[in-house]
């Protein structure tokens, strides 16, 4: 329903007649791509831009955002937001606006939303079979709490078996954007020998994510400490973990 990533662009397929066959692209832009709105803010503009040939059509719907404990987003349809235009036309190489708020109050936690932008296909005048490319934009929106406070943790890490499993817990009251996870291991005289990147993506207030590591079964024997790190808002937060002799698969 919805993919791991802060702005996500969905294919939809349409066919015609059979006969000679026809490709149509078509494309859109949005700016911004990530929408908060507070109580001193609680309304703001989006800009949508047709940089084809052709005139565009989008429509426009609201979901509440969730997360669950695997950290797979859910989306629910919802009235919370509120957006001017629903349907908007927008010419060739041309730009619209749409005003976009809230129709509840701001609260203690932040509430997450998406605002899911879809072009609608335009009526084609072809004999033959033809194809058109749709467009589909996922915007994160949240209403701010009245005071933020950020609080990500790294949890439950343990080591068995050549695998790294831990956890990423948001105990704030706000989201944790997406971000690096640095993962690096060391040996006994603390030389960095192993080193991964791992992606954490958008995590809500009061949510999880879990996470597994692989460790290359050579490096495995010379490891004595793995240290998990990361940073979010430039808020710095980590956990090392010791490793024993036998934690090496077998």
Same mark, same amino acid.
């Given at each position: ?5 802060? $702005? ?25 791509? $990530? ?12 800009? =949508?831009?047709? &940089? ?95 005071? &933020? ?17 831990? $956890? ?5 009251? =706000? ?7 640095? =993962? ?37 024997? $010379? ?28």
């Amino acid at each position: 329903m919805d993919s791991r990533k802060g $702005r996500w662009l969905a294919m939809g397929l349409t066919a015609g007649l059979a006969g000679a066959s026809t490709l149509f692209a078509s494309a859109f832009t949005v700016a911004p791509i $990530r929408v908060t709105l507070s109580s001193q803010a609680s309304s703001t503009l989006i800009t =949508v831009g047709n &940089p084809t040939e052709s005139p565009l059509n989008v429509q426009l719907s609201g979901f509440v955002w969730s997360l669950d404990q695997s950290g797979e987003s859910h989306l629910e349809s919802t009235e919370d937001l509120l957006f001017f235009p629903l349907l908007l036309e927008v010419p060739p190489h041309a730009e619209r606006r749409v005003r976009i708020g809230a129709t509840v109050p701001f609260g203690n936690v932040e509430r997450s939303y998406r605002l899911i932008l879809e072009e609608l296909q335009s009526p084609q005048r072809l004999s033959g079979v033809h194809i058109q490319f749709l467009a589909r934009f996922s915007i994160p929106v949240f209403l701010a709490p009245t005071k &933020p406070a950020k609080d990500l943790r790294i949890v439950d890490a343990s080591y068995a078996d050549g695998r790294l499993s831990f $956890r990423t817990e948001n105990h704030g009251n =706000v989201h944790s954007p997406p971000h690096k996870l640095h =993962v690096s291991g060391q040996d006994a005289s603390g030389s960095e020998i192993f080193v991964r990147e791992v992606d954490n993506w958008y995590l809500l207030p009061g949510t999880s994510r879990p996470f597994t590591v692989e460790i290359p079964a050579e490096t495995c024997p $010379r490891l004595k400490t793995i240290e998990i790190q990361g940073e979010a808002d430039g808020t710095p937060f980590s956990q090392r973990v010791q490793i024993g002799s036998d934690s090496c698969a077998r």
